[in-house]
């Protein structure tokens, strides 16, 4: 037997869709130049000062306002009206990025610092204590007295037994 060849080329179409001629208009190719692009960002642009920055301004504006004269920078109001700022600013960035746990680390180490200075500050005196957390907006517990044992517990009732935790030896 001698094999079948084909001299003539037959035409194959893999696709349907080569077949059918669309009369479609097709939409046109839009080509953006790059003065277009400029102007869209100009308008998203609108408020482009960073927040670092805003917080610096206000840390500085705070710290004038609180200074007692023109070279202080080391009175309780001084340091705390600029913790007061950062604290705000650091609570604002752990609501947008959660899982930032060293700055949280930071936040809480900074509010403790804040804490004992504002102790210091009543401890000395009471009035300008008053001025700076009522002007700041601070809340802060007063310091008080550190209640003895019998003050803290006094008033709930004492334990069945006694001897909680103890063992009963049989006398």
Not at 13 to 30: C, F, H, I, K, R
Not at 84 to 105: A, M, Q
Not at 152 to 169: A, E, H, N, T, V
Request: hydrophobic share 30%; charged share 35%; with cysteine.
């Amino acid at each position: 037997m001698t094999p079948r060849t084909c001299n003539t080329p037959v035409a194959v179409s893999l696709s349907t869709m080569d077949d059918e001629v669309s009369t479609e208009e097709e939409p046109a190719d839009y080509l953006l130049s790059a003065s277009d692009l400029d102007d869209e960002e100009e308008g998203e642009e609108e408020d482009a000062t960073p927040a670092r920055f805003l917080s610096d301004a206000r840390i500085t504006e705070l710290r004038e306002t609180w200074r007692r004269h023109p070279t202080d920078t080391g009175s309780p109001e001084f340091q705390v009206a600029g913790m007061t700022e950062r604290i705000s600013y650091l609570t604002t960035h752990l609501k947008e990025h959660p899982k930032d746990y060293s700055t949280r680390r930071g936040l809480v180490a900074l509010v403790n610092k804040r804490r004992r200075l504002l102790n210091y500050l009543f401890s000395e005196d009471e009035q300008r204590y008053v001025d700076i957390v009522g002007e700041l907006k601070i809340r802060h517990k007063v310091p008080g007295a550190i209640a003895s044992k019998e003050d803290k517990y006094g008033r709930f009732p004492g334990q069945k037994g006694g001897l909680k935790g103890k063992s009963k030896m049989k006398k």
